[in-house]
């Protein structure tokens, strides 16, 4: 699977949108970016997932450039209950194994 | 759905005795993973189940570790004897592999300690 690269933190204050960056420049044409997040003392929760079209559900936004080596994840109202490690993972397949990076840190501030 | 289950929450032990880690599948799910958490190496794969038939196990450290699934909706991680290098957190995730994408949903993790 690709390798991603991701910043380590960010700050984002309430209420405003929250726009997490991922490059992945090796991806392939058969893999997906997937995101994830991790809650302290959670266990990682799968947010959203795309392969070349722009993605949206009830929790976020993802914009894939057109090339697809990199990747936005956007949270449109961030609220404190976003404060997490966000992780940003290339694979063929959501179910099958994924390799987890470093993720970033968002920092939800009032 | 109550989602993927894991138990104990909290382990403590001390170093050289049997820690057995449980884990319940979400229903109709029929893929099981085995993650480990620590600071220094974030979240690694230690094994994968298919089927109940273990398809990758490289990620186990060492013979100490072993992992089963007796049945369809469970599995166990067993470490024998455990080692202070061993505490982390293990996280259960399952999945369905098919011809859909299925993410991967995780249960919140045992903490184990082993002094």
């Known amino acids: 699977d690709a390798k991603t690269t991701q910043p380590p933190s960010m700050d984002c204050a309430e209420g405003r949108a929250a726009n997490l960056p991922c490059n992945h420049s090796?991806?392939?044409?058969?893999?997906?970016v997937y995101w994830y997040r991790q809650i302290h003392s959670q266990g990682p929760q799968y947010i959203i997932h795309?392969?070349?079209n722009n993605e949206t559900n009830e929790m976020a936004s993802l914009i894939i450039t057109e090339d697809r080596k990199s990747s936005t994840l956007i949270l449109p109202h961030a609220t404190l209950r976003d404060t997490a490690v966000y992780y940003c993972?290339?694979?063929?397949?959501?179910?099958?194994?994924?390799?987890f990076g470093g993720g970033t840190r968002l920092m939800v501030k009032p | 759905d109550a989602g993927v289950i894991q138990s104990p929450r909290h382990e403590v032990t001390e170093m050289g005795q049997e820690v057995t880690l449980r884990c319940k599948l979400i229903?109709?799910?029929?893929?099981l993973f085995w993650y480990r958490q620590t600071m220094m190496r974030g979240l690694e794969l230690l094994i994968y189940?298919?089927?109940?038939?273990?398809?990758?196990d490289s990620g186990m450290p060492e013979d100490r570790f072993s992992a089963k699934m007796p049945n369809a909706s469970f599995s166990t991680l067993k470490i024998q004897p455990s080692e202070p290098r061993d505490s982390a957190v293990y996280f259960c995730?399952?999945?369905?592999?098919?011809?859909?994408?299925?993410?991967?949903?995780f249960g919140n993790g045992t903490r184990l300690t082993v002094t």
């Open positions: 189940f298919n089927n109940n038939v273990p398809i990758d």
């Open positions: 993972i290339v694979a063929k397949n959501a179910g099958n194994m994924l390799t």
């Open positions: 795309g392969l070349k």
């Open positions: 995730a399952s999945s369905f592999l098919g011809t859909d994408n299925s993410p991967l949903h």
């Open positions: 090796t991806i392939s044409g058969n893999e997906y």
């Open positions: 229903s109709g799910h029929n893929s």
